[in-house]
């Protein structure tokens, strides 16, 4: 069995920061990609960040040169610093987890609420 858990979140001002992680740990082989995502009320889940085993990352336009991804590949372990946060960053954030094997695993989301 698989456990993907985020922790990091909570509620910070407008132009904050936050940090957070998320953990995968059970019978998971060679992780690939591991992401964010976030869904805000009444939105879709949409993409964040993502990072491929190799180090190549991506962003969504709205939180380019703002949030940076990183991850600790022997502890399975993917980071997101989020600076300069903004209101419309309000939303639960996803991790997900995708092995060489095509396999996904999503954890329960952790709020991150922006006050202005």
């Known amino acids: 069995q698989v456990q993907v858990v985020e922790s990091g979140g909570g509620l910070v001002q407008a132009g904050g920061s936050l940090r957070l992680s998320c953990a995968a740990s059970?019978?998971?082989?060679?992780?690939?990609?591991m992401g964010w995502y976030r869904q805000a009320p009444g939105k879709q889940r949409e993409l964040v960040a993502n990072?491929?085993?190799?180090?190549?990352?991506n962003y969504a336009d709205s939180v380019k040169g703002r949030f940076t991804i990183s991850r600790d590949n022997a502890k399975n372990t993917v980071y997101l610093q989020m600076n300069s946060l903004k209101s419309e960053d309000t939303a639960v954030y996803y991790c997900?987890?995708?092995?060489?094997?095509?396999?996904?695993?999503w954890g329960k989301g952790t709020l991150v609420t922006v006050s202005s």
């Open positions: 997900n987890v995708m092995t060489i094997g095509g396999r996904n695993y």
């Open positions: 059970g019978s998971i082989s060679i992780i690939n990609v």
């Open positions: 990072i491929i085993i190799s180090g190549r990352t």
